[in-house]
Antibody, heavy 120, light 110 residues
């Protein structure tokens, strides 16, 4: 079964850091481009960033609100995606989803999400 | 303010056909394929349409997508009560160098 399972969410103070993980199974993680998408309480979906497969350069792209504060990385030996979040702000409070992207299939697999709350 | 514009709400009665629009620009919808997602309350989004009009396996053919120029639309025919939830469009934006989403449309089945 193709599956993505996020972990690492929690409560953190403004200015703090948190690292989210996303464990992939059931497919070739090495070949997939991976994304993080978030959803603030009662709001719509917002793309956070992506990382390409190493075969396609392994490069990253970020949304403007998180650029310079968030870093996406991957460990293909562990089939795991990461999101390092620094200098967190209250507006980063959201459910964070790990999402697979395949060129011919779009954003086709979503994790169940992990909740990040930034509050003093 | 979302880059892609969707109506905040839509409604229909059981059996009816409903259409949800998604308006973009020359840097996003016009240049790239559109995905549509369905999000039931309290759950993760689910891919409904990819490549403008393709359905993943398991998605009923009551759901269809189309694209023309800088706009896309999702049509749901034979509306059912379980279709009541939120729907989002998304695509890549060449100017922003990132994915952009519509603000979402809440569908109510009357």
């Amino acid at each position: 079964e193709v599956q993505l399972v996020e972990s690492g969410g929690g409560l953190v103070k403004p200015g703090g850091s948190l690292r989210l993980s996303c464990a992939a199974s059931g497919f070739s993680f090495t070949n997939a481009w991976m994304n993080w998408v978030r959803q603030a309480p009662g709001r719509g979906l917002e793309w956070v960033g992506r990382i390409k497969s190493k075969a396609d350069g392994g490069t990253t792209d970020y949304a403007a609100p998180v650029k310079g504060r968030f870093t996406i990385s991957r460990d293909d030996s562990k089939d795991t995606l990461y999101l390092q979040m620094n200098s967190l702000k209250t507006e980063d409070t959201a459910v964070y989803y790990c999402v697979r992207y395949l060129y011919y299939n779009g954003m086709d697999v979503w994790g169940q999400g992990t909740t990040v709350t930034v509050s003093s | 303010q979302s880059v892609l514009t969707q109506p905040p709400s839509a409604s229909g009665t059981p059996g009816q056909r409903v259409t949800i629009s998604c308006s973009g620009s020359s840097s996003n919808i016009a240049m790239n394929t559109v995905n549509w997602f369905q999000q039931l309350p309290g759950t993760a989004p689910k891919l409904l349409i990819y490549n403008n009009n393709q359905r993943p396996s398991g998605v009923p053919d009551r759901f269809s997508g189309s694209k023309s120029g800088t706009s896309a639309s999702l049509a749901i025919s034979g509306l059912q009560s379980e279709d009541e939830c939120d729907y989002y469009c998304a695509t890549w934006d060449d100017s922003l160098n990132g994915w952009v989403f519509g603000g979402g449309t809440k569908l109510t089945v009357l």
